[in-house]
Protein backbone atom coordinates (compact mmCIF):
# COMPACT_ATOMS: atom_id res chain seq x y z
CA UNK A 1 0.00 0.00 0.00
CA UNK A 2 2.00 3.03 -1.12
CA UNK A 3 -0.78 5.41 0.42
CA UNK A 4 0.51 4.29 3.66
CA UNK A 5 3.42 6.17 4.90
CA UNK A 6 5.12 3.45 6.88
CA UNK A 7 6.83 4.36 9.64
CA UNK A 8 9.21 2.40 11.43
CA UNK A 9 8.89 1.25 15.60
CA UNK A 10 12.48 3.17 15.55
CA UNK A 11 10.89 6.27 14.02
CA UNK A 12 7.65 6.59 16.86
CA UNK A 13 9.54 4.96 19.65
CA UNK A 14 13.01 4.86 18.90
CA UNK A 15 13.82 1.33 19.35
CA UNK A 16 16.01 -0.34 17.49
CA UNK A 17 14.20 -2.13 14.50
CA UNK A 18 15.62 -5.09 15.14
CA UNK A 19 13.49 -5.52 17.85
CA UNK A 20 10.54 -4.70 16.45
CA UNK A 21 10.93 -7.59 13.63
CA UNK A 22 12.07 -10.07 16.58
CA UNK A 23 8.80 -9.39 18.69
CA UNK A 24 6.38 -9.39 15.47
CA UNK A 25 7.71 -12.94 14.26
CA UNK A 26 7.35 -14.31 17.88
CA UNK A 27 3.71 -12.58 17.53
CA UNK A 28 3.14 -14.45 14.74
CA UNK A 29 4.42 -17.41 15.85
CA UNK A 30 1.83 -17.38 19.05
CA UNK A 31 -0.50 -16.17 16.53
CA UNK A 32 0.41 -19.49 14.41
CA UNK A 33 -0.29 -21.93 17.60
CA UNK A 34 -3.73 -20.32 18.18
CA UNK A 35 -4.51 -20.80 13.99
CA UNK A 36 -3.92 -24.19 14.63
CA UNK A 37 -6.04 -24.57 17.05
CA UNK A 38 -9.22 -22.75 14.88
CA UNK A 39 -7.95 -24.75 11.97
CA UNK A 40 -8.73 -27.84 13.82
CA UNK A 41 -11.55 -27.27 15.95
CA UNK A 42 -13.44 -24.74 13.50
CA UNK A 43 -14.86 -27.14 10.80
CA UNK A 44 -15.53 -29.39 13.16
CA UNK A 45 -17.48 -26.80 15.05
CA UNK A 46 -15.70 -27.34 18.93
CA UNK A 47 -14.86 -24.01 20.83
CA UNK A 48 -11.60 -22.23 20.13
CA UNK A 49 -11.04 -21.40 23.80
CA UNK A 50 -12.02 -24.55 25.65
CA UNK A 51 -10.55 -27.29 26.20
CA UNK A 52 -7.34 -26.75 26.19
CA UNK A 53 -5.54 -28.51 23.44
CA UNK A 54 -4.60 -32.38 24.07
CA UNK A 55 -2.94 -34.91 21.61
CA UNK A 56 -5.70 -36.08 19.07
CA UNK A 57 -4.54 -39.67 19.59
CA UNK A 58 -3.86 -40.32 23.23
CA UNK A 59 -6.31 -37.27 24.73
CA UNK A 60 -3.80 -36.17 27.17
CA UNK A 61 -3.58 -32.56 27.52
CA UNK A 62 -0.57 -30.98 25.96
CA UNK A 63 1.63 -29.16 28.99
CA UNK A 64 2.46 -25.05 28.52
CA UNK A 65 6.52 -26.37 28.07
CA UNK A 66 5.60 -28.67 25.52
CA UNK A 67 3.08 -25.94 23.70
CA UNK A 68 6.12 -23.68 22.52
CA UNK A 69 5.32 -22.82 18.79
CA UNK A 70 7.85 -24.64 16.74
CA UNK A 71 10.66 -25.19 19.61
CA UNK A 72 8.67 -28.08 21.40
CA UNK A 73 7.81 -30.00 17.97
CA UNK A 74 11.27 -29.65 17.47
CA UNK A 75 12.33 -30.64 21.09
CA UNK A 76 9.84 -33.50 21.05
CA UNK A 77 10.99 -34.91 17.56
CA UNK A 78 7.05 -34.14 15.81
CA UNK A 79 6.20 -37.01 18.80
CA UNK A 80 3.57 -36.84 21.85
CA UNK A 81 5.57 -36.96 24.95
CA UNK A 82 3.44 -39.60 26.43
CA UNK A 83 2.12 -41.82 23.57
CA UNK A 84 5.08 -41.30 21.00
CA UNK A 85 2.38 -40.83 18.10
CA UNK A 86 3.58 -38.41 15.57
CA UNK A 87 2.70 -35.07 15.52
CA UNK A 88 1.74 -33.72 12.39
CA UNK A 89 4.10 -31.41 10.61
CA UNK A 90 1.15 -29.15 9.71
CA UNK A 91 1.67 -27.44 13.21
CA UNK A 92 4.74 -26.23 13.50
CA UNK A 93 4.63 -25.33 9.95
CA UNK A 94 1.44 -23.13 10.20
CA UNK A 95 3.30 -21.55 12.93
CA UNK A 96 6.35 -20.87 10.87
CA UNK A 97 4.43 -19.27 7.95
CA UNK A 98 2.31 -17.12 10.51
CA UNK A 99 5.95 -15.79 11.83
CA UNK A 100 7.30 -14.91 8.63
CA UNK A 101 4.14 -13.72 7.42
CA UNK A 102 3.75 -11.64 9.73
CA UNK A 103 7.32 -10.59 9.38
CA UNK A 104 6.69 -9.24 5.80
CA UNK A 105 3.35 -7.75 6.78
CA UNK A 106 4.98 -5.74 9.77
CA UNK A 107 8.35 -5.01 6.25
CA UNK A 108 5.62 -3.26 4.08
CA UNK A 109 3.00 -2.00 6.33
CA UNK A 110 5.37 -0.44 8.95
CA UNK A 111 4.25 0.75 12.59
CA UNK A 112 1.27 2.38 11.51
CA UNK A 113 -2.43 1.94 12.62
CA UNK A 114 -3.21 -0.34 9.80
CA UNK A 115 -0.53 -2.69 10.97
CA UNK A 116 -3.01 -4.90 13.12
CA UNK A 117 -5.72 -4.70 11.12
CA UNK A 118 -3.47 -6.48 8.39
CA UNK A 119 -1.92 -8.67 10.54
CA UNK A 120 -5.71 -9.74 11.57
CA UNK A 121 -6.72 -9.63 7.85
CA UNK A 122 -3.63 -12.46 7.17
CA UNK A 123 -4.20 -14.47 9.99
CA UNK A 124 -7.41 -14.75 9.05
CA UNK A 125 -6.45 -15.46 5.44
CA UNK A 126 -3.84 -18.16 6.60
CA UNK A 127 -6.77 -19.90 8.56
CA UNK A 128 -9.01 -20.01 5.85
CA UNK A 129 -6.39 -21.55 3.56
CA UNK A 130 -5.41 -24.36 5.93
CA UNK A 131 -9.46 -24.72 6.57
CA UNK A 132 -10.00 -24.92 2.92
CA UNK A 133 -7.22 -27.27 2.17
CA UNK A 134 -8.60 -30.04 4.34
CA UNK A 135 -12.20 -29.98 4.24
CA UNK A 136 -12.98 -27.60 0.85
CA UNK A 137 -14.93 -25.29 3.51
CA UNK A 138 -15.00 -21.97 4.35
CA UNK A 139 -16.90 -21.40 7.37
CA UNK A 140 -19.51 -18.84 7.81
CA UNK A 141 -18.61 -17.88 11.21
CA UNK A 142 -15.14 -16.61 9.98
CA UNK A 143 -16.08 -15.09 6.67
CA UNK A 144 -19.69 -13.36 7.65
CA UNK A 145 -17.41 -11.89 10.81
CA UNK A 146 -14.42 -10.87 8.41
CA UNK A 147 -17.40 -8.62 6.12
CA UNK A 148 -18.42 -6.72 9.25
CA UNK A 149 -15.43 -5.88 10.52
CA UNK A 150 -14.39 -4.71 7.72
CA UNK A 151 -17.02 -2.54 7.11
CA UNK A 152 -16.30 -1.18 10.65
CA UNK A 153 -12.62 -0.45 9.27
CA UNK A 154 -13.94 1.39 6.69
CA UNK A 155 -16.04 3.70 8.76
CA UNK A 156 -13.91 4.15 11.40
CA UNK A 157 -10.10 4.86 10.40
CA UNK A 158 -10.97 7.98 8.05
CA UNK A 159 -12.81 9.21 11.69
CA UNK A 160 -9.85 8.43 13.85
CA UNK A 161 -6.78 8.61 11.61
CA UNK A 162 -5.19 11.29 9.24
CA UNK A 163 -4.03 9.99 6.09
CA UNK A 164 -5.79 7.53 3.80
CA UNK A 165 -5.11 4.29 3.93
CA UNK A 166 -7.84 2.88 1.56
CA UNK A 167 -6.23 3.06 -1.85
CA UNK A 168 -9.70 2.28 -3.87
CA UNK A 169 -11.34 5.78 -2.64
CA UNK A 170 -8.83 7.95 -4.45
CA UNK A 171 -9.68 6.10 -8.09
CA UNK A 172 -13.31 6.23 -9.93
CA UNK A 173 -16.17 5.50 -9.71
CA UNK A 174 -15.03 6.02 -5.37
CA UNK A 175 -13.33 9.44 -5.64
CA UNK A 176 -15.92 10.81 -7.87
CA UNK A 177 -18.25 10.91 -4.54
CA UNK A 178 -15.37 13.43 -2.82
CA UNK A 179 -14.56 15.23 -6.12
CA UNK A 180 -18.10 16.61 -7.16
CA UNK A 181 -20.29 15.84 -3.95
CA UNK A 182 -17.81 16.31 -1.20
CA UNK A 183 -18.93 13.90 0.69
CA UNK A 184 -17.06 13.18 3.71
CA UNK A 185 -14.14 10.57 4.14
CA UNK A 186 -15.80 7.86 6.43
CA UNK A 187 -19.01 7.57 3.28
CA UNK A 188 -16.51 7.60 0.58
CA UNK A 189 -14.98 4.78 2.40
CA UNK A 190 -17.98 2.97 3.21
CA UNK A 191 -19.03 2.86 -0.27
CA UNK A 192 -15.92 1.89 -1.20
CA UNK A 193 -15.80 -1.07 0.72
CA UNK A 194 -19.53 -1.81 -0.29
CA UNK A 195 -18.32 -1.53 -3.93
CA UNK A 196 -15.42 -3.84 -3.16
CA UNK A 197 -17.77 -6.39 -2.00
CA UNK A 198 -20.10 -5.97 -4.75
CA UNK A 199 -17.20 -6.37 -6.95
CA UNK A 200 -15.27 -9.32 -5.45
CA UNK A 201 -18.54 -11.50 -4.66
CA UNK A 202 -20.53 -10.10 -7.52
CA UNK A 203 -17.56 -11.04 -10.49
CA UNK A 204 -17.47 -14.47 -8.57
CA UNK A 205 -21.05 -15.45 -8.26
CA UNK A 206 -21.76 -14.69 -11.40
CA UNK A 207 -18.41 -16.70 -13.33
CA UNK A 208 -20.52 -19.80 -11.15
CA UNK A 209 -23.63 -19.13 -12.18
CA UNK A 210 -22.27 -18.79 -15.76
CA UNK A 211 -20.42 -22.61 -15.56
CA UNK A 212 -23.38 -23.91 -13.88
CA UNK A 213 -25.98 -23.15 -16.88
CA UNK A 214 -23.48 -24.35 -19.08
CA UNK A 215 -21.79 -27.12 -17.61
CA UNK A 216 -24.44 -28.11 -14.82
CA UNK A 217 -22.33 -28.49 -11.76
CA UNK A 218 -21.19 -26.42 -9.15
CA UNK A 219 -17.46 -24.81 -10.13
CA UNK A 220 -17.60 -22.85 -7.13
CA UNK A 221 -19.12 -22.60 -3.49
CA UNK A 222 -20.74 -19.82 -2.07
CA UNK A 223 -17.90 -20.06 0.70
CA UNK A 224 -15.76 -18.30 -1.99
CA UNK A 225 -18.29 -15.42 -2.48
CA UNK A 226 -18.36 -14.87 0.86
CA UNK A 227 -14.86 -14.50 1.49
CA UNK A 228 -14.92 -12.24 -1.42
CA UNK A 229 -17.34 -10.05 0.63
CA UNK A 230 -14.71 -9.41 3.44
CA UNK A 231 -11.73 -8.82 1.15
CA UNK A 232 -14.02 -6.69 -1.00
CA UNK A 233 -14.67 -4.34 1.57
CA UNK A 234 -11.71 -4.16 3.59
CA UNK A 235 -8.87 -3.81 0.04
CA UNK A 236 -11.24 -2.27 -1.86
CA UNK A 237 -12.46 -2.91 -5.99
CA UNK A 238 -9.35 -2.44 -7.23
CA UNK A 239 -7.01 -4.81 -5.09
CA UNK A 240 -10.06 -7.27 -5.56
CA UNK A 241 -9.67 -7.85 -9.03
CA UNK A 242 -6.04 -8.33 -8.48
CA UNK A 243 -6.92 -10.83 -5.61
CA UNK A 244 -8.97 -13.05 -8.08
CA UNK A 245 -6.36 -12.36 -10.88
CA UNK A 246 -3.78 -13.68 -8.98
CA UNK A 247 -5.95 -16.52 -7.32
CA UNK A 248 -7.44 -17.71 -10.82
CA UNK A 249 -3.57 -17.82 -12.37
CA UNK A 250 -1.77 -19.81 -9.46
CA UNK A 251 -5.08 -21.93 -9.11
CA UNK A 252 -4.65 -22.99 -12.64
CA UNK A 253 -0.97 -23.64 -12.32
CA UNK A 254 -1.97 -25.70 -9.62
CA UNK A 255 -4.92 -27.19 -11.06
CA UNK A 256 -2.54 -27.96 -14.36
CA UNK A 257 -0.02 -29.96 -11.98
CA UNK A 258 -2.51 -31.74 -9.93
CA UNK A 259 -4.10 -32.89 -13.61
CA UNK A 260 -0.83 -33.72 -14.64
CA UNK A 261 0.44 -36.06 -11.69
CA UNK A 262 -2.97 -37.97 -11.50
CA UNK A 263 -3.65 -40.57 -14.31
CA UNK A 264 -6.84 -39.61 -15.23
CA UNK A 265 -6.32 -37.05 -17.44
CA UNK A 266 -10.33 -36.93 -17.98
CA UNK A 267 -11.05 -35.94 -14.15
CA UNK A 268 -12.55 -32.88 -12.98
CA UNK A 269 -11.06 -32.31 -9.27
CA UNK A 270 -12.75 -29.75 -7.48
CA UNK A 271 -9.43 -27.21 -6.28
CA UNK A 272 -10.24 -25.72 -2.97
CA UNK A 273 -10.54 -22.03 -4.74
CA UNK A 274 -10.19 -19.95 -1.32
CA UNK A 275 -6.69 -21.33 -1.09
CA UNK A 276 -5.86 -19.55 -3.92
CA UNK A 277 -8.53 -16.39 -3.17
CA UNK A 278 -6.87 -16.23 1.00
CA UNK A 279 -2.93 -16.11 -0.99
CA UNK A 280 -4.14 -13.71 -3.68
CA UNK A 281 -5.42 -11.86 -1.36
CA UNK A 282 -2.66 -11.61 0.87
CA UNK A 283 -0.26 -10.72 -2.07
CA UNK A 284 -3.34 -7.23 -2.88
CA UNK A 285 -2.53 -6.38 0.23
CA UNK A 286 0.81 -6.40 0.47
CA UNK A 287 2.41 -5.28 -2.64
CA UNK A 288 -1.07 -4.65 -5.00
CA UNK A 289 -1.03 -1.26 -5.93
CA UNK A 290 2.58 -1.59 -6.85
CA UNK A 291 1.72 -4.51 -9.14
CA UNK A 292 -1.21 -2.32 -10.51
CA UNK A 293 1.08 0.78 -11.19
CA UNK A 294 3.86 -1.75 -12.42
CA UNK A 295 1.35 -3.61 -15.17
CA UNK A 296 -0.30 -0.89 -16.24
CA UNK A 297 3.18 1.07 -16.85
CA UNK A 298 4.56 -1.80 -19.01
CA UNK A 299 1.20 -2.83 -20.81
CA UNK A 300 -0.18 0.55 -21.84
ZN1 LIG B 1 -0.37 -38.60 22.63
Redesign the pocket.
Known sequence: MQMILATSLEAVLGVPEIFAYVFVFVLGAAIGSFLNVVIYRVPNELSVVMPNS???????AIKPYDNIPVLSWLILGG???????P?AWRYPAVELLTALVFVLVYWQIGFTPYLGVALAFAATMISLVFIDAEHMILPNVITYPMFIIALVVRIVFPLVFEGNYFSDTTYGPISYLTLYHGWPAWAVSLVGALFGALIGGGSLWLVGAIWKALRGVDAMGLGDVKLLLGIGALLGWRLTLLTIFVGAFTGAIAGAFVVMRSKDKDFQAQIPFGIFLGIGAMVAMLFGERMIVWYLGTFS
Open positions: ACPNCKSKCRKCKEI
